[in-house]
């Protein structure tokens, strides 16, 4: 299964790329756009692709209202962090798939030479976000239910 968990943590408090970046691998751009400099606010989810691959999952997770910046999605998602509810559940696993995938991708590019587009992407997401919401026993519920069948 995939190696990560549904704790909400903060990403801003993380420097892991910043101080990456004073290393030899050329990670003065970002390597999802190629465009912009590569930083934690640009890489989640103001670069175009993982703009584009956060909008496809969060309309299909029934997530329409939810922000498209770090910042504000961290601050969007901290009060459901502390619920059990079924939103909260499939915000909290939508947000860490989608931050974990869009990490993987960015090393793919980086150490491995591999792309995948922004659909696969997403369907990678859509695809770790039903399973792992399989796991859960949630009461019959509209939105589980149109989540699942994404």
């Not at 890489?43 to 584009?52: A, G, K, R, V």
């Not at 619920?83 to 559940?89: E, I, L, Q, R």
């Amino acid at each position: 299964m995939v190696g990560y968990t549904t704790k909400v943590e903060d990403p801003r408090s993380s420097k892991t790329m910043d101080v990456g970046s004073t290393t030899n691998l050329n990670m003065s751009r970002c390597p999802l756009c190629e465009m912009c400099p590569d930083s934690h606010n640009h890489l989640f989810f103001n670069c175009m692709f993982s703009s584009q691959a956060w909008t496809i999952v969060k309309t299909k997770a029934d997530m329409l209202n939810s922000p498209s910046s770090l910042n504000h999605i961290v601050d969007w998602i901290v009060p459901f962090a502390k619920k059990m509810s079924a939103h909260g559940v499939i915000a909290k696993i939508v947000f860490a798939a989608s931050t974990y995938f869009v990490w993987q991708e960015q090393n793919g590019r980086f150490f491995k030479q591999q792309k995948r587009s922004r659909k696969q992407l997403s369907e990678v997401i859509l695809s770790t976000v039903r399973l792992k919401l399989l796991m859960f026993n949630f009461r019959n519920s509209s939105r589980i239910d149109k989540v699942l069948n994404i």
